[in-house]
């Protein structure tokens, strides 16, 4: 647990991986998975800020079925992940992603959002550029968060994924030790310095736009706009957006939320929950 927190503070701190309440972390120890609060940051988080959950409960939620429609399976699925925290644990709500978090077999997994990375999931040729950088690393297309994107990466896992880039959201890292996590974090950040640089074009690098998100945190801290709210976190999370719109320029050029993720972001509960926190 000493670890757990020693390496999810040191990576929160860093504003270019995660900012304000973004990320999450987790680890698993005699069939409990401790994962990162909703709402709670990355940088300053406590060892009772993680939430104990029962592994065995968690993995019966991939064998239900939920309903299609998406406030109703959303409220189920939230229901279904609060009944699996352990006794004493019911005043905490745990990370949206903790379903995902259960599902990889490795003992730590790290999940940021680093401006580098997002500059290649936020952008028109990521999925290909991330082929080729990243031949051993899983692509998800951008989808609803929580119970839809943790059965498609359940897939990937079962093939061995350890890695799992994820269109205009972030990125994904399961490890049995926090140096190997470490270690995975820096050669991909190595790679796209060196793919930025080879691939940039100054006529793709334009200012990110308010109307365009790029990820659910930009919602989440900036609003749709026009405006910016006045806080701290909103100014961090527009400067993380300005960057990936540079960064994105090596890949093809931008390319913000589609509509219909915006709409679901929008009302999604478990967001509306992390903006209330924020
Ligand atoms: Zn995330």
Known sequence: ??????????????????????????????????VKGSGTALATIRAEEFVALDMAKLLQITEKTYPAED????????????AARLPGEEHKRPSVETLLHALFPQRYVLHLHPNKVNGLTCSKNG???????????????????????????REKIADGADTVLLQNHGVFFAADTPEQLDTMLHSMLDTLDSAIAAGYNTA????PALSGPFTPDHIVYCGLGPD????DVARQSWDSAKKIAHYAASFGGQKPMSDDMIQFITHWEAESYRRKQA
Do not use: H
Not at 3 to 14: C, I, K, P, R, T
Not at 204 to 207: F, M, Q
Not at 228 to 231: A, F, R, V
């Open 127 to 153: 999925e290909a550029e991330a082929k080729r950088l990243f031949p051993n690393a899983a692509w998800i297309e951008e989808c609803r968060p929580g119970y839809i994107l943790a059965m498609k990466v």
């Open 228 to 231: 910016l709210p006045d806080t």
């Open 71 to 82: 406030a109703a399976r959303e409220a189920e699925f939230l229901a279904d992940i609060l």
């Open 1 to 34: 647990m000493k670890q757990l927190v020693a390496f999810s503070n040191f990576y929160g701190a860093d504003p270019d991986l995660v900012v304000a309440g973004g990320g999450n972390t987790s680890m698993k120890e005699n069939g409990v998975l401790y």
């Open 204 to 207: 793709l690098d334009v200012p």
